[in-house]
């Protein structure tokens, strides 16, 4: 029998059913607790689910909401604001997956799949709270990033009482989300170890690595070995020790030991799952995360019923405990779930928050408006040009630098190209692409790649980025102007000395650059650990840096027009000034 209690917050008495016990088909049972007002009557439910752990949701109930950089600040308190759903008349249904927090059963594997599907759980979880007498029988979910992408797994499933999601900066390609355009990314270790700023999974002895479970010990030590071969991971202390002694973190083993793209991750991807959905979805997310960006817009597309897209302005990284898109969500559920005819449907499918211009960009499609591709060539004295470079390579010699692994050194080289000043407003709204010839002297390398708008005052913010394992070059069939795509399915090493094309994706932005601001190019194969960008996100959100020393030479000469292609707007569409 569930625990009955009741809370007072600001004045609003909440009852907690506490430790509800929530029967699977096969027949283990999750725990979860329900927030409700305390008249007794049923209402809507929302429903949360993570690994992550409900007491500590609960948290949303007594901690002031934290913005990035604050010590307090807890990246997985993401079920949103307990408080404000109750007093909107909902009931806030937290639940623990299987395999962790309070919840019985074993999770194997990793984020999107595992022994039992998550998917299948969130149907049964949503039609238990559905037939409860204190549920009217109607079921939305809440809640952002790992909470988010549970809603796009649970509406795949088709759960008859799931009326219509709201996702917020979910996460979906998980190849995507753990190796952006090759490079491992850290911030998967930080949400399931506890790192930076993460608590981390609620782990229970039930938390399973599917390698572990899948090969014999001795294959997995072989795999080990010839993951161990990686300079790169090799280089870095934590790897090495994850590699060594898998069961102390199984889910990040998993992830460090699938480097390449496959049936791993493209088990149950939401994005795949996409075609099964026939509910209203609501998704949003905020500029300066390209790669959730990039995902959350393939899977707009990908949706065939009612939908609404809505990018917002940057910093990326939203409050924890998350409140904010809190008056958004609730109109959507107000019109899905409570049949409030509030004029929601009557208004474009996608908004787009200008970063510059500070306008609202309205449209039916990304992008909003219509585009057209322009490039930007890299010239010699560090300037981008709107005209490619006349001279060869004998005349117009390559840039360059060194980089020393991050071992012996924490100086990450950077090479810079900017435009002039531009004269009028400049809008640009899509993706892009960077094409950089360059030679190193090593089998392998990185390319990183960000885009900045730098006001005169020498203030600048970050617009867009770019990555790519040299040894993941190779470009797809869906690859078009300005759109590269990466298969990632294997690696190729490159022959040092040869000179190569190296095709970035730049994830999707939103930018106006104003009179008198220029844009200004960075390259590197490392990145500054702490910057005006970073220094907005968790400490461990950055990149796995090249574990060998390697030296690059970038041309840009008449044979080699290493540029960047943008997506410059082209026709004024519905803009709103804020």
């Given at each position: 029998m569930a625990e009955f209690e009741t809370f007072n917050a600001g004045g609003q008495a909440i009852h907690i059913r506490k430790d509800l016990r929530i029967p699977m088909r096969d027949g283990i049972e999750l725990a979860a607790d329900a927030y409700e007002g305390v008249?007794?009557?049923p209402r809507p439910a929302l429903v949360a689910l993570s690994p992550y752990g409900k007491e500590l949701q609960a948290l949303a109930l007594t901690t002031p909401p934290q913005r990035r950089p604050s010590p307090m600040w807890d990246g997985c308190i993401e079920a949103g604001d307990i408080a404000r759903i109750v007093s909107?008349?909902?009931?806030?249904?937290?639940?623990?997956?299987?395999?962790s927090g309070a919840s019985e059963g074993e999770h194997i594997g990793n984020y999107n799949a595992g022994g039992v599907s998550l998917g299948q759980d969130a149907y049964d979880f949503i039609e238990w709270v559905a037939a409860q007498p204190w549920c009217d029988g109607n079921v939305g979910m809440v809640g952002i990033s790992y909470f988010g992408s549970m809603q796009v797994l649970a509406a795949a499933e088709r759960p008859p009482h799931l009326k219509a999601i709201f996702v917020s900066g979910g996460h979906y390609d998980f190849y995507e989300t753990t190796y952006h355009g090759g490079i491992m990314w850290f911030m998967p270790r930080a949400a399931r170890e506890g790192r930076g700023g993460d608590s981390g999974w609620a782990f229970t002895d039930n938390v399973k690595s599917r390698m572990l479970e899948t090969y014999s010990p001795?294959?997995?030590?072989?795999?080990?070995?010839e993951r161990l071969q990686d300079p790169d991971v090799a280089a870095w202390p934590n790897l090495v020790h994850v590699l060594n002694y898998p069961k102390n973190h199984e889910a990040w083993f998993d992830i460090v030991m699938n480097e390449l793209d496959g049936d791993w991750y493209e088990e149950r991807n939401p994005i795949t799952l996409a075609p099964n959905i026939d509910i209203p979805v609501y998704l949003q997310i905020d500029q300066g995360r390209g790669w959730t960006m990039d995902g959350t817009i393939e899977l707009f597309d990908a949706l065939k019923g009612p939908k609404k897209l809505d990018i917002g302005p940057y910093p990326p990284m939203q409050s924890r405990p998350f409140i904010e898109e809190h008056d958004k969500m609730f109109r959507w559920y107000d019109y899905w779930i409570?049949?409030?005819?509030?004029?929601?449907?009557?208004e474009p499918a996608?908004?787009?928050?200008?970063?510059?211009?500070?306008?609202?960009?309205?449209g039916n499609q990304w992008p909003p408006k219509d585009i057209e591709y322009k490039s930007l060539y890299l010239r010699p004295r560090h300037k981008l040009a709107t005209e490619?470079?006349?001279m060869g390579a004998e005349y117009a010699a390559p840039d360059g630098f060194y980089q020393a692994p991050l071992t012996v050194t924490d100086k990450v080289e950077i090479l810079a190209w900017s435009t002039p000043v531009f004269e009028e407003s400049t809008e640009m709204i899509g993706t892009g692409a960077a094409?950089?010839?360059?030679?190193?002297?090593?089998?392998?390398?990185?390319?990183i790649l960000r885009l900045w708008d730098y006001a005169p005052n020498g203030k600048r913010q970050l617009i867009t980025s770019g990555y790519l394992k040299a040894s993941h070059r190779e470009l797809d069939e869906r690859t078009t102007e300005g759109n590269p795509h990466h298969p990632h399915t294997r690696a190729v090493p490159v022959e040092p000395g040869k000179i190569e094309e190296y095709v970035l994706r730049l994830y999707p932005f939103a930018n106006t650059f104003k009179p008198g601001h220029k844009l200004t190019v960075e390259l590197s194969n490392a990145e500054p650990l702490a910057d005006e960008h970073n220094a907005l996100l968790p400490p461990d959100a950055f990149h796995l840096p090249v574990g060998r020393p390697v030296t690059h030479k970038i041309y840009r000469d008449a044979a080699h027009r290493s540029r960047l292609v943008l997506p410059f707007t082209t026709v004024t569409s519905q803009v709103n000034n804020k």
């Open positions: 008249d007794g009557k909107e008349d909902y009931v806030h249904v937290i639940g623990d997956l299987r395999g001795e294959e997995v030590e072989k795999r080990v070995a409570k049949g409030i005819d509030n004029g929601v449907m009557d996608v908004t787009v928050f200008v970063e510059g211009s500070r306008e609202l960009a309205t490619p470079e006349p094409h950089i010839f360059a030679e190193i002297d090593q089998s392998d390398s990185n390319f």
